[in-house]
């Protein structure tokens, strides 16, 4: 889990462009909100209606957790090959937008259970909730009026690295269930665990070149005194 534990959901490295992507966040949870409501709308309100619908967020959710996994690391290579411009806006935006999404999603378990609350699901939905929370808040530092930050980056590094890890694990996990257990056939779980583990792949890819810059870099520094 080396590769899930910091750099690539910050987007490390010098930005050498800003982009103002505030609308996308807003844009990803509409698109969740819209799958929800159109599938109740479609169920006439049944539970089966809710039911489609928190199932499509979740789906939804598994791209967008895809997009963010990958954003940071993605631009950082192909800019050493193609000198493209990287942008940690983008990357930053995406783990809202997701965190954004997986929010629909809670909310379309949760509302069915106000009439009759489930433990299990309110428990479910506390712990995400939480852990979204803590996601979207560790993405970004957080400062006091002063200018200094009020969580220091090693314990942003942690809190991220400790949510993208459990979301990774959740979206792998569920398919290797749907895939192994008596279930009807459904080729998103296996689309959503090979997304995951080329996730996987493209971190340890960006880990790996920042790894070798790194041993590269005092060999070029000698060389030139």
Known sequence: MVALDNSALFGEGHARFRVTLAPLVGAIALVAAMLVIGAILARGFSENGFRLGSQLAWRYASFVFFAALVAGPALRIAARFTHAPTSEALSRKLVWGFCASYGVYLLSVFLPNVVQPSAGATMMVLFGA???????????????????????????????????????????????????????????????????????????????FTHHDAQQAPAVNAASV
Do not use: E, N, Q, T
């Open 130 to 208: 939480g852990l979204a929370l803590i996601m979207a808040a560790a993405v970004a530092p957080l400062k006091r009026l002063g200018g200094k930050p009020i969580v220091s980056d090693k314990v942003r590094r942690v809190l991220l690295g400790g949510a993208a890890i459990y979301f990774w694990l959740s979206y792998c996990l569920m398919a290797l269930a749907r895939i192994s257990g008596p279930h009807r056939p459904d080729a998103f779980y296996g689309i959503s665990l090979c997304l995951m583990v080329m996730g996987l792949l493209v971190r340890y890819a960006d880990r790996w």
